[in-house]
């Protein structure tokens, strides 16, 4: 026993180097297999990429995931959490690591031209038919999963521990984490010591981004119905406008981030739906509007949360009208904050591997993500971005003065080699570094 101790504080003591990845060496591995395993990896992409599946409909796409961690030799677990699959893989003594990926799609029309575009309709959860697309990048996503499931494998002597592959439905709803946790997850398959995920951006393919702290916003939603007196439209006097009651609050609760949030912090507040009334000449008796709000700070989203509440009575009080029904935080996911110790480790192997000009400083973006739902109960985590474009398009619509058509828009088309290369190249070296014997 005594002898073993000796042994790990020599360790200890030794250089931290001496236990790291060595990363241009494995990074050479990574590319040696992907060169064979590419084209297999692609046909997945395009496959997933035609047949979209809805948050918590995923039934599909979960049967291919499961089917392809099977044949890899994965314990495969599906329907946790609804739609969820969790893959175990164990490779002796260390830690557990989480890998998370999403499978659910958009319900939106793709319009990217693409041979391999999705033409695909659904119904959604309210049973209303749409279209269904891969315009959050999920299916590339769900590919490097798959690929870098099928890396480490195949690098297994390089590492040690056991792997969590966890793919969740309805990320776009920021509630399939929640599904999957609730299900007992981690009671059941373990907490894991780490967990990584990426996400495909907006940006030129080969390039990462990320950051310590927060890397997405927390996001919550208010719904609010505004009570008036219906009544004719000649006739105002008799009524309570419950449309000018939604105006007012829609103008005023502006001024909540603009007066009351100090500018050096970010919060947004924005009104996406206003539904009331049916012809011109009827003043409506209720006003429906929902909205989002993002923030980083737990404090400026109390504050915004509270804000919104004020805001809404005081719309209502002001036309003397009853108090409007008040819903917030319908559908939260907290900000994902990447753990620094944990990025700083990964950053010096994603540096030298892809070399420092690859790696681009990243703002926290204010979009949300249910990623932080897995990781909020203390696993130093950490969540990253590739990018998915040529440096050529990138001019063209810059020279075009075009916006970058990215994520959530229905010519949001990534270019599939070799993002996806980078995507599996990057969470393979990731796993490995904090899985090293
Ligand atoms: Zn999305
Ligand atoms: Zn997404």
Known sequence: MKKIALTALLLACASPLALALDA????????????????????????????????????????????????????????????????????????????????????????????????????DQDGRETFVAHSCGHDLHMASWVGTAATLVSLKDKWKGTLM?????????LSGARSMVDDALFSKFGKPDYAFALHTAPMEYGYLTYKAGPQTSNGDSFALVFKGKGGHGSMPERTIDPIVIGARFVTDVQSLVSREVPPNRFGVVSVGAF???????????????????RTYDPGV??????????????????????????????????AVLNDAALTDRTAKVFKSAFGDKAIQAQEPSPASEDFSVFVEHGIPSLYFMIGVFSSTQLKDWAARGQPVPGNHSPFFAPVPEPS?????????????NVMQP
């Open 301 to 334: 989203r109390t504050q915004l949360l509270n804000g919104i509440r004020r805001i809404a009575l005081a719309s209502a009080q002001a036309a003397n009208a009853p108090a409007p029904d008040i819903s917030i935080g319908t559908s939260q996911a907290d």
């Open 275 to 293: 539904n009331a009334g049916t012809v011109g000449n009827i003043i409506p008796d209720e006003a429906v509007l929902l909205g989002t709000v």
């Open 165 to 173: 592959f966890v793919a969740q439905p309805a990320e776009e709803e």
């Open 420 to 432: 996806i290369r980078t995507g599996v190249t990057a969470m393979s070296l990731a796993v490995m």
């Open 24 to 123: 241009v060496a494995a990074r050479q591995d990574i590319d040696r297999f992907l060169d064979g395993k590419y084209p297999g990896l692609d046909r997945l992409y395009k496959d997933l990429h035609q047949h979209p599946e809805l948050g918590f409909q995923e039934y599909r796409t979960a049967k291919v995931l499961a089917d392809a961690m099977r044949k890899l030799g994965f314990t495969v677990t599906e329907k946790v959490g609804k739609t969820g699959i969790v893959a175990i893989y164990r490779n002796g003594a260390g830690p557990t690591v989480m890998v998370r990926s999403e499978l659910d799609a958009l319900p939106m029309q793709e319009k990217t031209g693409l041979p391999y575009a999705s033409t695909q309709k659904t119904k």
